[in-house]
């Protein structure tokens, strides 16, 4: 048996017992677990798509150590299927977040480790609440990877009343990859809460990178801007309306700056929640996300390269509420006439514990 099987089931078997037993309830600090597993069955709409249709299933876990009220640190693990010709032949273990906190208060906190840096709302937000099966299309963008995505070095957060600021200083060359002494992002976000339910946020990035071209130290730089607003207002004592809207300003590194043009995107989201009586089902959420990518070019031509997507959802909680099933899909739309649009759906089961 490979080493990421067996890590995966000491992780698995150590997170079940410990998160339905007393270490869930603060009987062992040192021994905290949490995570999720989603299954899905995806059935996709691209024409001659192979295949058309199959199941798949991802597992995370986070272990959650704390040693004090000032000292504390995460470990987190995503496991999925690895298919070689057809076939599962084993786990694919990636690491996620591998950071060190030091809390000096409640609203000072220091971070060191490998985390997502604090820029870009679609892609920060937590796996387990999202409203859809996957992440907003956008988060894929080239440009997009420059400024989000996760990185290894130092994050600094401020939190006070109405008011959360990150600082955050990494490699810039992402998570998992190769350091480079002249790749490094420089990433500060501030959020204000002006009222209960209401979060407006702005990011803003410095990427580096080097010349491809040459053999010296010269770097190109490229700013990145994030602008969000979240919004969480009752309708009524079993019911919330959530929106979310955000806007992106992502430069693409290049020898001249001038000769390029910017890549932009944005994306807004709108969920209801329903709260219901019923044993089975809990709560019931629909949601649609549009979202529009417009990516970064040379020159003064538009080559008309937008795509983009509309995605749709039904969130049904189960029981706990902690069982979510998602009946939905996501439409691809494409500013070039030359490619015809598709719409992949989706059934999946999601799991916290």
């Given at each position: 048996?490979?080493?990421?099987?067996?890590?995966?089931i000491v992780f698995l078997l150590a997170?079940?017992?410990?998160a339905s037993g007393e270490f869930a309830t603060g009987g062992a600090e040192l021994l905290k677990f949490k995570g999720y597993l989603i299954s899905e069955l995806y059935v996709y709409g691209?024409?001659?798509?192979?295949?058309?249709?199959?199941?798949?299933?991802?597992?995370?876990?986070?272990?959650?150590?704390?040693?004090n009220?000032?000292?504390?640190?995460?470990?987190?693990?995503?496991?999925?299927?690895?298919?070689?010709?057809?076939?599962?032949e084993d786990l694919s273990l990636t690491t996620e977040d591998i950071v060190a906190n030091l809390r000096f208060n409640e609203n000072i906190t220091f971070t060191m480790g490998q985390f997502k840096r604090p820029f870009g709302y679609n892609y920060t937000r937590s796996s387990s609440s999202m409203y859809?099966?996957?992440?907003?299309?956008?988060?894929?963008?080239?440009?997009?990877?420059?400024?989000?995505?996760?990185?290894?070095?130092?994050?600094?957060?401020?939190s006070f009343d109405m008011v959360n600021f990150d600082v955050a200083f990494t490699n810039g060359s992402g998570d998992n990859e190769p350091e480079d002494d002249s790749n490094k992002q420089f990433t500060i976000r501030g959020e204000i809460e002006p009222l209960d339910g209401i979060t407006i946020a702005a990011a803003f990035g410095r990427h580096t990178v080097d010349d491809p071209d040459t053999?010296?130290?010269?770097?190109?730089?490229?700013?990145?801007?994030?602008?969000?607003?979240?919004?969480?207002?009752?309708?009524?004592?079993?019911s919330t309306v959530n929106f979310v809207g955000e806007y992106l300003i992502l430069e693409q590194p290049s020898a001249d700056n001038s000769d390029m043009n910017d890549a932009s995107a944005y994306a807004f989201t709108l969920a209801p929640?329903?709260?219901?009586?019923g044993t089975a089902i809990q709560a019931i959420?629909?949601?649609?996300?549009y979202e529009n990518y417009n990516p970064g070019y040379a020159g003064s031509t538009d080559p008309q390269n937008d795509y983009g997507a509309i995605d749709f959802c039904l969130n049904l909680d189960l029981y706990s509420g902690r069982n979510t099933v998602q009946i939905g899909g996501r439409n691809y739309t494409f500013q070039n006439s030359d490619i015809e649009g598709y719409t992949d759906m989706y059934l999946g089961w999601r799991m916290k514990f």
């Open positions: 048996m490979k080493v990421t099987k067996l890590v995966l997170g079940t017992v410990f691209e024409e001659d798509a192979d295949p058309d249709m199959g199941f798949n299933v991802v597992a995370s876990m986070e272990w959650l150590p704390t040693l009220d000032w000292l504390d640190g995460k470990i987190a693990f995503k496991a999925k299927p690895t298919n070689y010709e057809g076939e599962i859809f099966l996957s992440r907003a299309v956008l988060t894929g963008g080239s440009e997009f990877k420059n400024f989000g995505k996760r990185d290894i070095g130092a994050n600094l957060n401020l053999t010296n130290t010269d770097t190109w730089s490229a700013n990145g801007m994030d602008f969000y607003a979240v919004a969480e207002h009752p309708l009524s004592e079993t929640e329903f709260e219901l009586e959420r629909p949601a649609i996300r």
